[in-house]
């Protein structure tokens, strides 16, 4: 079954520090990965998006991971900031059916200044 | 263009009524999708179109829900007889047709519907 799984759920970090948010997945085929921040309230935003070859994209402060070989990907967030508090979600694309987007639950990141 | 918009913001009906929502998304976009989203949840598909066509549906999308998008433009979604499990916020999505980063999904703010 094609899934995607964010860890941690949600995470409180103080303002300044980094921090790296995990996704899981058993997508296959698998054509891309994208990071979507969700702040409260509003629609996704797409902040990278990484296909089979590549290993890292950056996007400002945040640096994404990927590894094709163990389906895993990270998002690292350095010297956060207040506004990034938010969901931070990863979607992976399969080329399997029409729609083609599998959905993580998210993960719920709070910066405390 | 001042992406893709959703009206309304909020709506707040009683269980059994009828609402349809609309969604506006940039103009040169052919794909249009629609989503709901719970609360700690990440967005859940519902259906999607390219143009005026609608190429696939979620089971998700029971009969009481039906979308169009008449003429390739907007779209609107309207959910009969809703009930309180209804109660989620409605994303619209737009994209381009073709190439991996063309099909990146640019999403309106939302629709928060609360059935009581």
């Known amino acids: 079954k094609n899934q995607v799984e964010q860890s941690p759920q949600s995470l409180i970090i103080l303002e300044g520090k980094n921090c790296t948010l995990q996704c899981n997945y058993t997508v296959s085929p698998f054509s891309n990965l994208r990071w979507y921040k969700q702040d409260t309230g509003r629609g996704p935003v797409s902040l990278t998006i990484?296909?089979?070859s590549e290993n890292t994209k950056s996007n400002g402060r945040y640096t994404a991971t990927l590894d094709a070989d163990t389906k895993q990907s990270s998002l690292h967030i350095t010297a956060s900031q207040l506004s990034d508090s938010a969901s931070y979600i990863c979607?992976?694309?399969?080329?399997?059916?029409?729609?083609?987007?599998?959905w993580g639950a998210g993960t719920k990141l709070i910066i405390k200044p | 263009d001042t992406g893709v918009s959703q009206n309304p913001r909020h709506k707040i009906t009683k269980r059994g009524q009828n609402v349809t929502f609309r969604c506006d998304p940039i103009?040169?976009?052919?794909?249009l999708y629609w989503y709901r989203q719970t609360l700690g949840q990440g967005p859940e598909f519902l259906t999607y179109?390219?143009?005026?066509?609608?190429?696939?549906k979620s089971r998700l999308l029971s009969d009481r829900f039906s979308a169009e998008r008449p003429k390739g433009s907007f779209s609107t979604l309207e959910i009969q007889r809703t009930e309180q499990g209804d109660s989620a916020m409605y994303l619209c999505?737009?994209?381009?047709?073709?190439?991996?980063?063309?099909?990146?999904?640019?999403f309106g703010p939302g629709t928060r519907l609360t059935v009581l």
């Open positions: 103009s040169e976009h052919n794909r």
């Open positions: 979607v992976v694309r399969t080329i399997y059916s029409n729609y083609q987007l599998i």
């Open positions: 999505a737009s994209s381009l047709e073709a190439g991996v980063g063309a099909d990146t999904q640019y």
């Open positions: 990484m296909t089979f």
């Open positions: 179109f390219q143009n005026e066509a609608q190429l696939e």
